[in-house]
Structure formats: structure tokens, C-alpha cells
């Protein structure tokens, strides 16, 4: 297993920006997804991006309520995801959480999670 640790959270108004930022560290396997994920308070934790390396090739995903606004990406050398958020709005507020599926055995790892409020 891996060590993910989450940083570039914090309060930003409606309509700001905020990048955040997730590291591995403790394992040389291979990174197949890195991801992010939130949780609001009383709601279940719900996906908000990944991108997978395959080759040369990074594939990504968002959900829908993200679309156009976030954007993932990754440094393989640094072992490390961002997601840059633009354009926040309220109903973004949660701990976002960090992601990675690593090999061998494709075993899931999450970072403690970084809080991220929009507010005026």
C-alpha cells in the first residue's frame, strides 16, 4: 500500500478557483487510476474524476455535475494528481478525496482528505 496525502484545500468564494493536489509515496508499483472523490456532510462520497494511464495514453472521467468546470490531471514522475477547480460553486463543498489503484493486485488507497468550502 501507499501513503496519499491531499493539500490545496480551503475556502474560496463562489466562482473562484482552488487546485488541489495528492502525492504517493511508500511503494514503487504502478499507478494504473488516480482519482478524486467528495463527500459532503450527511451524503455518501461520490466520484468526481479519474484519469487512467494506459501507454502513452490518459483517459478520464468525470461526473456529470463537474463537467466543463474541473479538470484532473497527473505527474507520473512525481506520483502525484491535481484537480483544478474553476468556476466553484456552493454545492461543491465537501472533503475531497484523493485515489490511486495500484499494482500489483489493483488494491485501492485513499488519502485522508483535504476540505474545500465555497462561501461568500
Known amino acids: 500500500q501507499v501513503h496519499l496525502v491531499e493539500s490545496g484545500g480551503g475556502l474560496v468564494q463562489p466562482g473562484g478557483s482552488l487546485r488541489l493536489s495528492c502525492a504517493a509515496s511508500g511503494s514503487d508499483d504502478t499507478i494504473y487510476t488516480m482519482g478524486w472523490y467528495r463527500q459532503a456532510p450527511g451524503k455518501q462520497r461520490e466520484l468526481v474524476a479519474t484519469i487512467t494511464r494506459r501507454g502513452h495514453t490518459n483517459y478520464v472521467d468525470y461526473a456529470d455535475s463537474v463537467k466543463g468546470r474541473f479538470t484532473i490531471s497527473r505527474d507520473n514522475v512525481k506520483n502525484t494528481v491535481y484537480l483544478q477547480m474553476n468556476s466553484l460553486k456552493p454545492e461543491d463543498t465537501a472533503v475531497y478525496y484523493c485515489?490511486?489503484?495500484?499494482?500489483?493486485?489493483?488494491?485501492?488507497?485513499w488519502g485522508q482528505g483535504t476540505q474545500v468550502t465555497v462561501s461568500s
Open positions: 485515489k490511486m489503484v495500484v499494482g500489483p493486485g489493483y488494491v485501492d488507497n
